[in-house]
């Protein structure tokens, strides 16, 4: 894979104070924030999928057929962490245009790719591919802190479900 990118979104916050504020429990807190790495984790798939698309201006369908997420959630020893994995490969030209440029050509046994000559020579030939690594890494860095705050968002509606209070009160309470 061309493009490579691993965002692991850290969130930390004192967890003493949030126990004494809110009444919780340690097993409470412990399952509150299991649920809520793992809920942000779905939304940052999704959302990060879609929000890419947007940044780079194609269309998500297209976006897919390059981009490869991986999404790994673990606990252990009551610590729940999630690392969303993009691979950020080059979106061939084919996708992105019916008709190659001007000095490209269609070859059909290779799936009808768009290449290029190298030189003035037959071979070798170059895949028309359009680089999506740098804007992305951008669009991405802008992303965590977007994540962030999803997370300690669902990680208050998760306290206040796990200790059979109304939502919202968590987070209104801690600030």
Known sequence: MSGKALYTCDVSFDVAKVMALLGALPNQMRL????AVRASARWANKEGARGLAKHLGLPLRVLKKGLRLKVKVTSKRGIASASLWYGLNA??????SKKPAADSF?????NSHFFKRAGRAR?????QEKPIVSPAEAYLSK???LVQTKFIELFFEAIDKATGKETGT???IAG
């Open 32 to 35: 509150a924030a299991r649920q």
């Open 91 to 96: 979106i061939p030209e084919k996708y992105l």
């Open 106 to 110: 269609v070859v059909v046994k290779s």
């Open 123 to 127: 071979f070798p030939l170059i895949k």
């Open 143 to 145: 992303f965590e802190s």
């Open 170 to 172: 968590s987070q209104s």
